[in-house]
């Protein structure tokens, strides 16, 4: 089996308009891809509800339509840019939406995770995450208008990504590490991780952690297993 993964399009930020990933997805069924697996922040800022739709979020999904028709499934793992995807219509467009996916490629068992919460020390931006994702805030953004809340949501998500990691500055190479050895103990042999935008992999004990680069940068759709 062929698996595809994209993490980190950035679409509608530095990623810019959707048209060349549109165009590698809808080419993955000719390459033998089985599944697509998305490691989050696909878009800028996703919020889940019809009212919040831009341009590049409907040709992202038109495309996933496409290739589902055609027989890949397609995995969606939230990122932190990603706001209530499983509460709207989108759930019913992905074969699943959750915080991780596993699978097996010629008899590696891999792990796909968006990766801002390895650290679970890191309790800023946790309480953070919560707040922004809770069932209140879900309420307040499914019911009032777009031009009310959508700058409360970017200015939540800056204010996320200030506190996650500092990861604009280094990659938290021994938090990564300590993370992989717990989860690779759980009976994985590949740990695969967006969120860092930079392309990294380690051997720890127990298999490999692997970090893709974000497509934003690399303009690429990574693979695992022969294509």
Known sequence: M??????????????????????????????????LVLLGDLLQVWVGFEQYQTDEARALMAAVAQVRARGVRVDYIEGNRDFFLAAGPLASQFDSIGLEVAFTVDGRRCLAVHGDRLNDRDHAYRAWRWLSKSPPVRAVVRHLPRRLVEPRIHATERRLSRSNFKHKKRIPDETIRAWGERRLAEGYDLLLLGHFHEAHSWQVRGGEVRLLEAWFTSRRIEWVGAT
């Open 2 to 35: 062929a698996v595809a993964l994209i993490a980190d399009a950035h679409l509608g930020g530095p990623g810019g308009e959707a048209g060349p990933l549109v165009e590698q997805i809808r080419q993955l069924p000719e390459l033998g891809c089985e599944r």
